[in-house]
């Protein structure tokens, strides 16, 4: 009966325990496998034990490049993405104006469209308009998919506001500029910042709709897909491992950032 009755205690633990450790299998093996040394072209089976490849990441002929060219089209469509978003959410939370009902709906759209439709339907627009697929294409096309997913994030903060705030600091003369930087801002800046992390790892994860409109660019998904086809270099493990524990840095420096604030302000 112990037993039992501990298990109902901590069901939802053991149940989200098991959950975050079935998310993070993958990343699990990738790294494992990071230090693999394949006697084949395929980086499937563990074979050896090593560090060759954390040693020459680059090793591997237009890896690297396909990975810059990866990273600036993220850094770039998260910037765009979070400007626009960001002055939409204030646009549909803070004034009423026709069709903003018509304007919200369709913002889900791109979120609950399949990416091949969006993907397809991109291609069919830059082919009208004779543009050469290319890095701009991938760029426009990335910023219009991570659009719908920083106007969610940043509207859910806006929304949730206190308006008061905003009213006491013009009542101490603080001008619009001021009461933006040093009120507003600062309280939209978390659901900015999710926002922006969100469009980066959208925009350097995606593969259909880049397929679509990269034209003979190849981004770091593209080289993945490609090398799938015909060997898996164990590089291409190593990339995944550092991005993934890049990851988990900025979130546990998030984590501490924010513990810290609140021992202050406590």
Known sequence: MPVVTWLKRNLVVIAGLLTLA??????????????????????YEWQHFSTDAWKDPCGVADMCGALSLSLQIAVWATVGATVLGTMISFALVRYRFRARGTVNSLIFLPMAMPEVVMAASLLTLFLNMGAQLGFWTILIAHIMFCLSFVVVAVKARVMSMDPRLEEAARDLYAGPVQTFLRVTLPIAAPGIAAGALLSFALSFDDFIITNFNAGSTVTFPMFVWGSAQRGTPVQINVIGTAMFLVAVLLVLTSMVVGNRRNRQKA
């Open 22 to 43: 079935y998310l993070l299998l993958p990343n699990v093996i990738v790294t494992v496998f990071s230090f693999n040394r394949p006697k084949g072209r395929f980086n």
